[in-house]
């Protein structure tokens, strides 16, 4: 079992930033990549940012050069800082691990989701 502590997150005017933490404890061995996914209201959740335990990152076009996925694998904490953000990033953000190999399989180990509004 793997559980997700999720921070951050709250309500900020367009152009704005925040910050989410993700905490993993556990059974993480199995796990080297890390992130968060985002469901907006009448959508699907989709991948935002993933990061694996040695740097490597992915992120969603939609958030390329606005967000920053980081690690500190010795706390198998991650952060995402958004910067710049705009209305269609309104949405729970919910982190997430996996195994990164080349491309990204999610585990069926969710945060329980942290609003991020940004009012139009």
């Known amino acids: 079992q793997v559980q997700l502590e999720e921070s951050g997150g709250g309500s900020v005017q367009t152009g704005g930033s925040l910050r989410l933490s993700c905490a993993a404890s556990?059974?993480?061995?199995?796990?080297?990549?890390m992130g968060w996914y985002r469901q907006a209201p009448g959508k699907q959740r989709q991948m935002v940012a993933i990061?694996?335990?040695?740097?490597?990152?992915m992120y969603a076009d939609s958030v390329k050069g606005r967000f920053t996925i980081s690690r500190d694998s010795a706390k198998n904490t991650a952060y995402l800082e958004m910067n710049s953000l705009k209305p269609e990033d309104t949405a729970v953000y919910y982190c997430?691990?996996?195994?990164?190999?080349?491309?990204?399989?999610?585990?069926?180990?969710w945060g329980q989701g942290t609003q991020v509004t940004v009012p139009s």
């Open positions: 997430n691990v996996g195994r990164y190999s080349g491309d990204y399989y999610p585990f069926e180990y």
């Open positions: 990061i694996s335990d040695n740097g490597d990152t």
């Open positions: 556990g059974t993480t061995w199995s796990i080297n990549g």
